[in-house]
C-alpha cells in the first residue's frame, strides 16, 4: 500500500522502540519447509519439474492449494489441471514458486491475531500488485521474470510490522488509537522488514533491492528500473482495490510513471486491466 | 488537466533523436536553422542508446573479454561462467555508459540551440504536426522541413508467442535476470548473430535457426564461414534452411517446431526475425506518404520521400538498419534538403557487426567488384598469419581486400578481433583512390593486425603478376 504523506509518523519514543524491538528480539517468520525448498529448487540450475512435483508432494496441503490456484480463472487453463506433473508442466517451474510462495505467505506470514481485516485488505493489495507488476514489465517490453514475485513480495514487511508491534511488550495500549498507529508503525518500517525477511528466506539479491526500495525506486541501484515497475504496482494495487475509483483517480503524475516514461495511453492500458488483476487476487486468496 | 493547443513555427522539425535524427538536427542548426527535435523519450539516443546498440554492446564487451581471458590464459586461469550468473551483473557498466553518452547527445543538442521536446507526434498535414506530452498537453507545429527519423521496434510474427518472460525480443533479451540454461535464437541477421556470439561467449548452449542457407548473408560467405566455426568453438551451432512453424513457451520449455518435425527445446528463445518502422503513431498519411509493402518510408537516394520537403533516415527507411549508416543518412538527408553538397567521401560507409569475433566491410564486395569491372584481385591474411593475432590468441581471423584490375582498392571485409577498428584504414584507402601498392610499400607497426592490410596486398599482388606473366 503506498505510504500516505498525509498520515501522522509514529511518535518517536514508539519509532525507536519498535525499532528497537524489531533489531533485538522479534524473530522473522520462518518460510515453511515446502516453500522454502521451491524456492531453493527453482534457483537451482541443477533441478527439474521432477524435484519440484517431489517437493509438492510431500505437503499436501500445499499441493491442493497451487492446484486451486492453477485451476482459477486467473491461470485459464485450457483442460482443468488435475495433478502436480500437470501444473508444473503448464505453467513452469517459476510459476509453481510464485504460487507456492503465494500460498504460504498467506498462511504463515499474513496472520496477527485481532487484525484480520488489515491482513486480508495487505494480501489482496499485494497480490493485485503482483498482476500489475508482471503486466506493466511485459508493456514496457521488459523481461517480466520476477516481476510478479516483487509485486506479490512488495509489502511483505507490513504484516510482520503488525505482528511485531502487537507483540513488543507495553508498545501499543490496543484502544482506538491502535489502527493509527498500526499504519504509522507499517509505513516507517514495512521496506527494510520486508527487505529483511526477504534474504533471510533466501531469495534472490534483486528481489530484496525492491522490497527495499520500492518506494525510493532510484536507491535500488541497478534493480532501479525493477523497484520502479514495483512502484508503479503498488500505485495501480491501491487504485483498483478503491471501491469506486475511476480513470481519472489514477495518480498519473507520480515519479513512477515519468521515470518508466509511460504516456496516457500506457497507462489507460494498464488501468484496464483492473478486472484481470481482480480475478489473479481472487485466485490467490 | 490542461488541454492548451498551442501552435508553434520552427525552420526544421526532426521526428526522433536516435543517431539520424540527431545528426540531422545538429547538421541543420550549425546552419543557423531554427530547429526542433521531438522524441518520445526523454533523452537523446533512440534506441541505440536505451535498448539497443549501447546495451548490447556492453554485455558484448563483458563476453569478450572473458572469451579472450580465456584465450589467452591457455588454460591457467578458470575463466568459466557459473550457472544462474546474474546478466546484471555482467552489464554493471551499463547504467554509467548509457547516461554518459545519453549527456552527451544531449549537451550536443543544447551546444547547438536545438529546441528538444520529450512527446510522441503524428502528422496533421505535410507542414503540420501535432506533438502529445506525458503529462497530456497539446502542441502543434508548423515546419519547413520536417526528418523523420523514428527508428524501429523487433518485429513479432503471429506464430511466435512473444511474452518477454520465456520467449523474448531483442529488448526484453537484455533485461533477463540470469544466463539462460539454454538458448534458442530465431533468425540470422545481425541481431540475430550478435546476440548468439555473446550467449554463446558466456557459456550459453545456443542454437541458431533460419531459412537462411548462411548467417548474415549479406555478407561476404568466406566471413560467414568463419562466423558459424567460432560459433560452434563456442558451443553453439546454426541450423541452415529451417522453415519455422511455431515457437513459444509450454510450461517446462520454450517449443519450436520446424517445418521439418524437428521441435527445440530450450530454456529461453530470442526471437530476432527484423524489425518494424516506428510508424504506426505517425500519421504519414495526413502528409501524404504512403509505406513500402515492408512497411517502411520510401525514399530516393537522398532520403526525400514523395513530399519534397519531407525526408526519412535511419531505421524507418529499412535495412541495413546500423547506427553508423544513420548518422550519414541524417547528414546526407539535412545537407540535401539545406541544399549542401554532398561529399563523395561519404559513399563509403563502413557495416560494423557485434559477433564475436566482430565483422566490419567497407566498399565493394567480391561479386559486385567483378560486376563492375569485369574481373577482380583478391587478396586475403588470415589472421593466424599474424603474430599479434597469436599473442593475442585470436587466430581465427580474415583480411580479404578487393581491388580492380589495375590495382585500385575497391572494398575490405574483415573478420576478427579489431575489425570494425581495422576497417577504417581501408575506409581511408579508398575515400584516398590508394592501389593495393600503398599497403606493400608502407611499413606497418610490428607486431599488429594492421600487418594484415600487407599480407593481403602482397597475395593480391602476387595474382597481379601471375595475371601479367599469363
Redesign the interface.
Known sequence: MPSSPTRAPLPLELHESLELYLAEHFVLPVLPETAARVVALA?D??SG?RDLERVLERDPSLASHVLRIANSAAFAPREPIVSLQQA?????M?TIRDLSLAASLQGRVYRAAGQEELMRTIWAHCAVAAAFARET??RM??????AFLCGLLHDVGRPVVVQAALEAPGLLQKDANTPILLDAAMDEFHERVGARLVEAWGL?E?TAAVVAHHHAPERAG??A?EACIARLADLLSHWALTEGSCAEDFPE?DAA??DL????EDVEALLALRDQALLCAEALR | MIHELVESRFDVLVLGAGPSGHKAAIQAAKVGKRTLIVDREPAAGGECVQRGTIPSKTLRETAAYLMGLRARSEGVLDIAIPPQTKVESLMRRLKAVRTSHGTLLGQQLDRNHVTQWHGRARFLSENIVEVRFPDRSVRRVRADLIVVATGSRPRQPDNVQVDHEHVLDSDSILSMIYLPSSLTILGSGVIACEFASIYAALGVPVKVVDSAPRPLSFLDPELTLRYVQVLEQTGGSYLAGKKLETSRWEGQSVVTRLSDGTELLAEKCLCALGRVANVADLDLAAAGIALTPRGHVPVDENMRTVVPHIYAAGDVVGPPSLAATAVEQGRRAMRHALGLANHAASQHVPVGIYTIPEISTVGLSEEQAIAKHGSALVGRARFDELARAHINGQTHGLLKLIAAPDGRLLGAHVIGEGATELVHVAQMALVGGLSLDAFVDNVFNFPTLAEAYRVAAIDAEAQRAKRAAA
Do not use: K
Open positions: 534457483q540450475p541443477a519439474a508444473v508442466s503448464r505453467l513452469g517459476t514489465a511485459r517490453r521488459r523481461n517480466v521474470e520476477g534472490a534483486w541497478p534493480y528500473e503524475e510513471v515519468l516514461n509511460l504516456y496516457p
